[in-house]
């Protein structure tokens, strides 16, 4: 395991010196990816500014004595030998990040009393669908070939929000054409054109607690990119979440970047029409010739850059096709035993109450004690086998289900660790009630929990700075996919989007979204050199600093 070192500097002490050919605002994964690349790719100089006091955003992890958490990476497919997001990763890491099997099931959903597992490899993965719906064989052909359908006319898509605005302007329409074709239509619809077995539509859609929107309201786009993300399986970074960022530090360093720690942007500076740099909490003006916000196309748009500016320049999205993504709760367990001693599986839960994922979310939004849907139960200390030299003797379990806004908007200006006693009577009883599901399924565990503790959207908002909370960025709706605005390139001269909203959510969604931001500023097909050099040893970045 490589040494654990500092991986970035505090603002206050660590100035920015020098000249930087990019500023990135925010290090989550799409930040972070976004200049490894531009680093790698095009020895560029990149300046990384977090305002948290720690990087990797929703890949950073959440620590108590004894005890670690992972806070957004709870699985990762397309991680084999040879797959693209593999090929990526080692990209940005100069190969350095190792990645551990799940094992043959990844996810386990559960309808009511019922439990289906999704076993890796689309071929198991349709047997036993088959298997469980043997009236249905035909519709789940068809499935299998939509999602196939989908994710192949995705990689014109992508590719098209990475070409420069003229040339999009014209092959952008038809590019996009294919994909918005089922992109453009919801889950629900989509599936119901091929059965009306709601139990197998409640099955196959059982992961939609990763993009946060049920069935009749998500883009079909959404379902088949993640439905087919895990089709072989899905991996955990070994050391924990926080090993990603470790690993890409060194690849920015490397071309004479640097990440900054505690280091708020508060305006992106535009001087006759174009970025020059940004404008820092304390009023220090850092310039650059590029600068690339990774802190969702809203903030960047509706907080950072002027509002004269955006408004003049149509750089805006539509608010009333886009809206946030939902919110979450998420708690955190932590235990005085190991995962093997209390037999915890590497695969994930999801729980419904029923197959009516419509009308479960609907009366949870309505009535904070309606049944929470869905409720995700994941084991970070049994995928990790490093996790037990870092913590001997303890093991952790997450869990998490989704939020509205409105439930915690009136604490939003409340202090972090001091907020009132009402907003903690709340958290006390939906601890309560997410560890009854949890006990259900892991019975095991009652009596054995050393820690618990549990995060709101008011914790989100403080820590991710969305205005309501939301963990996926913008809400994957079908409107979101035909928004011509979410793209790498701006209506700004020098301004570039990485991250979620570019691309897709989720840790690989994200990443993605830096792909094709470096792919935008170098005006080069990134995607494609990594793909060809996926199979080809990286060389490390000290070979390639002394070369």
């Known amino acids: 395991m490589p040494t ?37 790719y095009g020895g560029k100089r990149v300046l990384v500014m977090e305002r948290h006091y720690t990087p990797g955003g929703y890949t950073h992890v959440f620590r108590r004595p004894g005890y670690e958490w992972d806070v957004g990476v709870h699985y990762v497919g397309e991680l084999g030998p040879g797959q693209m997001l593999r090929g990526v990763f080692d990209a940005v890491t100069d190969g350095s990040l190792k990645w551990n099997s799940l094992g043959e099931v990844y996810d386990r959903v559960v309808i009511g009393d019922q439990v289906y597992e999704l ?26 070939a939509l999602v196939g359908e989908l994710v192949s006319a995705s990689r014109s898509y992508f590719m098209a929000k990475a070409l420069p605005n003229a040339i999009a302007a014209i092959a952008g329409p038809l590019m996009r054409r294919s994909f918005m074709r089922l992109a453009g239509r919801t889950t629900r619809s989509v599936l119901e054109d091929l059965t009306r077995d709601q139990k ?45 960022a470790q690993a890409i530090a060194p690849v920015i360093e490397a071309a004479g970047g640097k990440i900054l720690i505690n280091a708020e942007v508060t305006e992106i500076v535009v001087e006759n029409g174009r970025a020059v740099g940004v404008k820092m909490a304390d009023g220090a003006i850092i310039g650059a010739p590029i600068v690339i916000s990774d802190a969702g196309v809203m903030n960047t748009m509706g907080r950072l850059l002027p509002r004269d500016v955006a408004e003049r320049r149509r750089a805006v999205p539509n608010p009333h096709a886009l809206r946030p993504s939902i919110a979450h709760l998420c708690l955190y367990i932590g235990l005085r035993n190991t995962a093997e001693e209390l037999g915890l599986p590497k695969g994930n839960f999801w729980v419904y109450p029923d197959e009516r994922h419509e009308q479960t979310f609907a009366n949870m939004l309505a009535d904070g004690d309606g049944p929470m849907p869905p409720v995700f139960i994941s084991f970070p200390s049994a995928k990790d086998p490093d996790f037990i030299r870092r913590h001997p003797g303890r093991s952790t379990i997450e869990v998490m289900t989704l939020a509205h806004w409105d439930t915690f908007a009136r604490w939003a200006d409340t202090r972090w660790k001091k907020r009132p006693d009402d907003y903690a009577a709340l958290k006390a009883k939906l601890t309560r009630r997410l560890l009854e599901v949890v006990y259900r399924h892991v019975p095991q565990i009652e009596g054995r929990i050393d820690v618990c503790e549990l995060s709101t959207p008011v914790t989100t908002r403080h820590f991710a700075n969305y205005a309501c909370g939301e963990i996926y960025g913008l809400a994957h709706v079908p409107a979101r996919f035909g928004d011509p605005l979410l793209r790498p390139r701006t209506a700004i001269s020098g301004l570039f989007l990485t991250g979620q909203d570019v691309a897709s959510c989720g840790v690989a969604g994200a990443l993605m979204g830096g792909v094709l931001c470096a792919s935008a500023i170098l005006r080069r097909d990134l995607m494609s050199r990594i793909v060809r050099n996926s199979q080809a040893e990286i060389p490390t970045a000290a070979a390639r600093a002394s070369a």
């Open 4 to 40: 654990r070192g500092r991986i970035a500097q505090p603002y206050h002490s660590h100035h920015a010196s020098g000249a930087y050919d990019a500023i990135v605002i925010g290090s989550g994964i799409g930040g972070l990816g976004a200049a490894a690349l531009l680093s790698r």
């Open 119 to 144: 076993r890796r490899g689309a071929n198991n993965l349709r047997r036993d669908l088959k298997a469980h719906f043997p009236n249905e064989t035909a519709a789940i052909d068809r499935y299998f």
């Open 200 to 244: 197998l539509i409640a099955v196959l859609t059982g992961q939609w607690g990763n993009f946060g929107l049920p069935p009749a309201e998500s883009s079909f786009a959404i379902h088949a990119l993640v439905a087919n993300h895990y089709f072989d399986g899905a991996y955990y970074p070994v050391g924990g979440a926080s090993r990603i």
